[in-house]
Structure formats: structure tokens, C-alpha cells
């Protein structure tokens, strides 16, 4: 009887367990995708108020030039040119100017600028007479409206922005106050908690699943797998002249990045226990991605 009695309490236990465990899942619920979900409403309203200007930005964005979406080597173009004089106009307006502008531009507009600040970081970190692009990217940043973007997308840009601002010389609060005082309430807010985080918490690595390596026309950005990556040789040079070797044959937008662990499926073997220990002695690993060009 006994025994029946210490089989019930369990079972309750068990099952309250589980029941509680539940109930607490319902109430943190997250539903993947709703920030740009709500970006997405708050944009259809905007365009449905009918209360805004024609986008400024070319209708063109980063695509229009072959290879300018990666960011192992960009090349300043013209729409870089244009982000940089249209952040200045932006400098250069009144208050009320700058509410126009800011609800002129479209959401592909936003992320355009997103883009931008990533290149920019890459553009003022090789050469100084570029520095004043990292300025600009971290201006370009106070005329986004983050409620019709994901807020996180944001925070991307700022930690490219703000790398870009520890590797030089700039003044890192003057620049984020600055910005904080173009921008509209919101994006001064994230401006503003982005400069008080720890410097772990602001790194390309953590904010934005990248790392710096260096190449042969200076610094880039390639995906970084969070896995170590201190290889004897330049392992990252290595997967540029294959990606490069990809794209002349078959395939099209080759991309590489690091620091990735190694699955044991793909180095299969009679002995993995040899293999794991060779994986595990591993300095680093370059991942080369590409795709097949579509007429093939």
C-alpha cells in the first residue's frame, strides 16, 4: 500500500511538473519573425497615411554591382557617394527637415543603410582619408525610424559602425551623442544603450556572427562560426582564391567564412576516433558556400 501511495506522489509530481512547465512556455511564448512583422505593419501604414515624400535613394540599392553585397573586399560606388552627401543634407536640416526625411525613406531604403554601415567600417579603417565614412555611418544610422526595421538589424549596423570607431582615433561619445541628437526618440535610445554596453556585448562577433581578417587589399568581414580560428597560415587568403576559382566555372555568389566546426560525417572514416582527435587539434577551418549559376 505503501508502495502505491510513493508511485501516486510521484506521478503527481511528475505530471504538475510537466503541467507547470507548460503553463510557464504559454506565457513566455516567442514568435520567430514578429519584430519585422510589426516593422512590416508599422511601414504599411505609412504608405497608406499617404502623409510622406518620394524616397530621395536611387531605386537602385547594392545588387545593381556583382559581388558588392559581400564584405570581404567592397569597392566605394556611387551609392555610397550618395549615402554619404544625403547623410550631410541630413546634418545640415532643421528638426522639422529631418522628421520629412526620416519618413521619406522606404524600408529597403533602411536596410540599404544597413549595408552601408558596413561598408563604410571597411572603406574608413583602410585607409584614413576615408575615416570620415565611419562618422557618416553612425549619422547614416539617426535617420532610421527603427519601429518599420528589426530593432536587432539595427543593432548590426551600430556594432559594425562602432568597430569602426574603436580602430581609429575618432571620439567614440562625442560621435554617439551626436547621432543620438539627429535621430528620432527611439533610435536615440538605441544609439544612446548601445554606447553603455560592455565591449563584449558591442563586437561583430557577438552582435553580428562576423570577424575582421585581413586580405589582400586590407581588412574585411567574413562569417564567423564562433569556433576557434588562430590557423599557422593565411587559411582565409586560402578559401578567397578558391571562391574565386568557384565563381569562374559553374557557380555564383561564393562566400566564405570561419572559425566553423568541422561535422565528423563529412571526414567519415573506419577509425573516428582518430579523426575526432585530429579534428579536435584543429586551429581553424574556412567554410567556402556557393551556388550554382542559373542557366545550369
Known amino acids: 500500500m505503501i508502495n502505491f501511495l510513493i508511485l501516486g506522489l510521484i506521478l503527481t509530481i511528475a505530471v504538475f511538473t510537466i503541467v507547470s512547465c507548460s503553463n510557464k512556455q504559454k506565457k513566455n511564448t516567442v514568435v520567430l519573425g514578429q519584430e519585422?512583422?510589426?516593422a512590416n505593419q508599422k511601414e504599411q501604414e505609412r504608405l497608406e497615411s499617404g502623409n510622406y515624400n518620394d524616397s530621395p535613394f536611387p531605386e537602385f540599392n547594392y545588387s545593381k554591382w556583382k559581388?558588392?553585397?559581400s564584405?570581404?573586399?567592397?569597392q566605394i560606388n556611387e551609392l555610397d557617394s550618395f549615402i554619404v552627401q544625403f547623410t550631410n543634407k541630413y546634418i545640415e536640416s532643421n528638426d522639422a527637415q529631418r522628421k520629412d526625411i526620416r519618413n521619406s525613406l522606404s524600408q529597403d531604403d533602411i536596410y540599404t543603410i544597413f549595408t552601408f554601415c558596413q561598408r563604410a567600417t571597411i572603406f574608413g579603417i583602410r585607409d584614413n582619408g576615408h575615416k570620415a565614412y565611419i562618422e557618416n555611418s553612425l549619422n547614416s544610422l539617426s535617420m532610421v525610424d527603427p519601429e518599420r526595421c528589426d530593432y536587432r538589424d539595427a543593432l548590426v549596423a551600430m556594432a559594425f559602425a562602432n568597430h569602426g570607431i574603436?580602430?581609429?582615433?575618432?571620439?567614440?561619445?562625442?560621435l554617439y551623442n551626436k547621432a543620438a541628437k539627429l535621430a528620432n526618440p527611439k533610435m536615440a535610445e538605441l544609439l544612446i544603450g548601445f554606447e553603455a554596453r560592455k565591449v563584449e556585448d558591442q563586437s561583430i562577433e557577438n552582435?553580428?556572427?562576423?570577424?575582421?581578417?585581413?586580405?589582400?587589399s586590407g581588412i574585411g568581414f567574413v562569417q564567423y562560426g564562433y569556433e576557434e580560428f588562430q590557423p599557422t597560415i593565411n587559411l582565409s587568403e586560402i578559401g578567397f582564391k578558391i571562391s574565386e576559382f568557384i565563381e569562374n566555372e559553374k557557380y555564383q555568389g561564393a562566400s566564405i567564412s570561419v572559425g566553423e566546426s568541422l561535422p565528423l560525417i563529412w571526414v567519415d572514416g573506419e577509425d573516428n576516433s582518430e579523426l575526432k582527435e585530429i579534428l579536435n587539434r584543429s586551429l581553424g577551418t574556412v567554410s567556402v558556400r556557393a551556388y550554382p549559376k542559373e542557366e545550369l
Do not use: C
Open 36 to 38: 519585422l512583422a510589426d
Open 67 to 69: 559581388g558588392e553585397k
Open 71 to 74: 564584405l570581404i573586399n567592397p
Open 166 to 174: 574603436q580602430k581609429s582615433t575618432l571620439n567614440r561619445r562625442e
Open 207 to 216: 552582435m553580428a556572427g562576423y570577424t575582421q581578417i585581413l586580405t589582400g
